[in-house]
C-alpha cells in the first residue's frame, strides 16, 4: 500500500452499491477526515500528518448509501497549489522558499518561521460548535465546512476569542450540546498555560443568525504549566458530568527550539521530546468551580493519545485512555516508516497499552502514607497516598494493541461496558476493528483479507434497549485486485457484518470523524 500516493477527490454524490441490507433507522451521514495530498508539483511530504486534508462523506438515507469526498480548500491548500510547490509549512516537514526567489521573500519566511504562523491544514477531525461544522487538525485555526456538500467557508482563528496557541481536534460534548476543549497559551503575559474552555451550543435568540459559534466562549479553568517553555503535547481529554481529566504528560513541545527549527534547516515536529525521567501529571478539574480538586495524583512517565472514557463512581472519578511507552508513534508515521512498516520491516514500533486509572477525589485525612485509597471491586487500578493530599497512581492495563477507541457516546462520562477500535498490536497500520467488554475482557473482531478498515464508529439505534444496541461503521480500504473501497456495517451486539456498500471509487487512509443524524 502507497500511504504517500495523491488522493482523487470526488466531489459529487455518488450511490454506491449496497449488499446486505442497511438498517432502516440508519439515517444521517458519517463524516470523515484525514490527509490526502502528498507531493505538489516536485516537493513532498515527509510525514503522513502533513498530508492536505480529504473530506470524505457516506450519507445514509432509507436503506441507501452517497458517498463523496473533497480537499479542504484551506489558505494551505490554495497557496500550495498556486505556487506548484509546498510553501506552508506542516509539523513534520519544513517548506523553504523556491530557490530562485529574492532575498526579500526569504526574509519574511524567515521571520514568520519564528513565530510560527500555523497552518489551516484541518487534517484530523470534524467538530461541531454551535450548530457549525469544522474540519480541524490542532493549531489555532479551524475552517468551518458544508456538512452535506463539503465545500469550505470561513476560517476561524481562535485567537481572535481566547488566547490559544493549538487546541486539540477531540473536543466532549454535553447533553445541552455544548462543547468543551483545551488549549496551551504560549508565553502569554509571561506565562505558559493550558485553558480548557467550553464552546455554549446556540442559544435560542440566536438561532439561524451567522453569529462565530466561538462568540461565546469561556474559558473555565486554567492550569499553570509546570515549564514556561515547554508545554505538554495534549491530545485529548477525559470527561465526566462534573470533572474534565486533563493528563499533563512528559511529551512536550519545546517552544525554543520551534522558534529557531527553521533556521537550523529541521522541522518542528524534531522540537517534541519525551522525558522518561518525569513523571506525569493528572489534573482533575471541577467543572463546576473550574478549580482543581484538592488532591494532587502523578503517575509514571507515559504519552497519552485517546481517552477512552471516564466516569463517577463511589467518589471517584475512574478514567479510561490509550497510552505509550514512550513518543515514539509520530515517528512511525514518517512516510518513508508506514512504506516499511506496510512491508513489516518496522522495528521501531511501540505498542498501545489500553489502561484504567481511579482517582479518588474524597479527603485523605486519618489515611496513613502507603495506603490505597481506591476502595472499587472491579479495578486494580491503585492511588497510593504519598503525603496528606498527593497520591501516585498505578493503571490496570485492561488489553493491548488498541487504537483509535470509540464508545457509544450516550455513554460518555458515565459507567460503560463496550469500546471500539481498531487491533494495532504488530504495527500502526490496522487490519482489523474489534469490539471489547471492558468487564470480561472479550474481544469480538472483525477482517477481510487485503482490507484495512478506518477507525469505528457506533451509531446507537434510536430508543436502543442496551449499550450495544446500534451499528458499527467503518470505512474499509480493498487493495483486492478489480474491487473498490466500501463502507461496512457491523452489529454493535455480535459484530457481525449487516451490509457493505462498495463506493466505486478508492477510499484512502484517515484519520477520524463524526456520525451527525438526520435532522441535526
Known amino acids: ?54 473530506m470524505t462523506s457516506f450519507s445514509f438515507e432509507d436503506g441507501e448509501m452517497t458517498h463523496r469526498s473533497r480537499f479542504l480548500r484551506s489558505d494551505t491548500y490554495n497557496s500550495n497549489m ?30 514568520n518561521h519564528t513565530v ?3 497552518t489551516d ?17 490542532e493549531t489555532n485555526y479551524i475552517r468551518k465546512i458544508d456538512p452535506v456538500t463539503l465545500e469550505t467557508q470561513d476560517k476561524v482563528d481562535y485567537m481572535k476569542y481566547l488566547p490559544v496557541n493549538l487546541a486539540t481536534s477531540h473536543p466532549h460534548y454535553d447533553k445541552e450540546g455544548n462543547a468543551y476543549n483545551i488549549g496551551i497559551s504560549i508565553a502569554e503575559k509571561g506565562k505558559t498555560k493550558y485553558i480548557l474552555f467550553k464552546v455554549p451550543n446556540v442559544s435560542p435568540k440566536d438561532k439561524g443568525k451567522t453569529v462565530p459559534a466561538l462568540k461565546n466562549v469561556k474559558a473555565i479553568s486554567t492550569v499553570s504549566c509546570r515549564s514556561l517553555f515547554t508545554p505538554s503535547y495534549c491530545h485529548s481529554i477525559g470527561f465526566t458530568d462534573n470533572y474534565i481529566i486533563f493528563v499533563e504528560q512528559p511529551f512536550k513541545l519545546d517552544i525554543l527550539k520551534m522558534a529557531t527549527a527553521y533556521m537550523r534547516g529541521v522541522n518542528w515536529a524534531s522540537c517534541m521530546k519525551f522525558c522518561p525521567d518525569e513523571n506525569t501529571l493528572i489534573h482533575l478539574i471541577d467543572k463546576r468551580t473550574g478549580k482543581e480538586v484538592e488532591m494532587k495524583f502523578t503517575t509514571g512517565p507515559m504519552v497519552i493519545s485517546h481517552h477512552v472514557n471516564a466516569f463517577e463512581d463511589k467518589d471517584h472519578v475512574v478514567f479510561d485512555a490509550v ?22 520491516q518496522s522495528s521501531e ?16 485525612k486519618g489515611v496513613g502514607v502507603g495506603e490505597n485509597l481506591v476502595k472499587l471491586s472491579y479495578t486494580t487500578a491503585s492511588a497510593v497516598k504519598e503525603k496528606e493530599g498527593k497520591c501516585t497512581c498505578q493503571s490496570e492495563v485492561l488489553c493491548e494493541g488498541f487504537e483509535l477507541p470509540r464508545i457509544n457516546y450516550d455513554f460518555n462520562g458515565k ?16 487490519k482489523q476493528v474489534a469490539k471489547f467488554d471492558t468487564e470480561t475482557k472479550a474481544m469480538l473482531y472483525w477482517n477481510e483479507e487485503n482490507c484495512w478498515p478506518s477507525e469505528p464508529i457506533f451509531v446507537p439505534r434510536p430508543n436502543g434497549e442496551s449499550e450495544d444496541d446500534g451499528v458499527v461503521l467503518s470505512s474499509v480500504i480493498n487493495s483486492n485486485p478489480g474491487q473498490s473501497g466500501f463502507l461496512v456495517i457491523l452489529d454493535g451486539k455480535t459484530f457481525k457484518e449487516v451490509a457493505r456498500a462498495y463506493v466505486n471509487a478508492d477510499l484512502y487512509k484517515d484519520m477520524h470523524g463524526i456520525f451527525i443524524p438526520k435532522g441535526n
Open 1 to 54: 500500500m502507497d500511504f504517500s500516493k495523491n488522493a482523487t477527490e470526488r466531489p459529487e454524490p455518488c450511490k454506491a452499491e449496497v449488499k446486505g441490507t442497511i438498517p432502516n433507522w440508519l439515517q444521517g451521514t458519517l463524516l470523515r477526515n484525514g490527509p490526502g495530498i502528498f507531493s505538489v508539483g516536485e516537493t513532498s511530504y515527509d510525514h503522513w500528518f502533513d498530508g492536505m486534508s480529504l
Open 121 to 137: 491544514n484541518g487534517y484530523s477531525n470534524i467538530i461541531k460548535y454551535g450548530d457549525d461544522y469544522y474540519a480541524t487538525s
Open 116 to 118: 510560527p504562523d500555523f
Open 323 to 344: 497510552t505509550y511507552d514512550d513518543s515514539k508513534l509520530y515517528d512511525m508515521f514518517f512516510l518513508k516508516n508506514l512504506k516499511d512498516a506496510a512491508s513489516s
Open 82 to 111: 498556486s505556487a506548484n510547490r509546498i510553501v506552508v509549512s506542516e509539523m513534520g516537514t519544513m517548506a523553504y522558499p523556491d530557490p530562485s526567489k529574492n532575498f526579500i521573500v526569504k526574509a519574511i519566511t524567515f521571520l
Open 349 to 364: 514500533y511501540s505498542k498501545p497499552s489500553f489502561r484504567r486509572f481511579a482517582l479518588p477525589v474524597k479527603s485523605d
Open 415 to 430: 459507567k460503560y461496558k463496550f469500546v471500539y477500535g481498531n487491533i494495532v498490536d504488530q504495527s500502526a497500520l490496522s
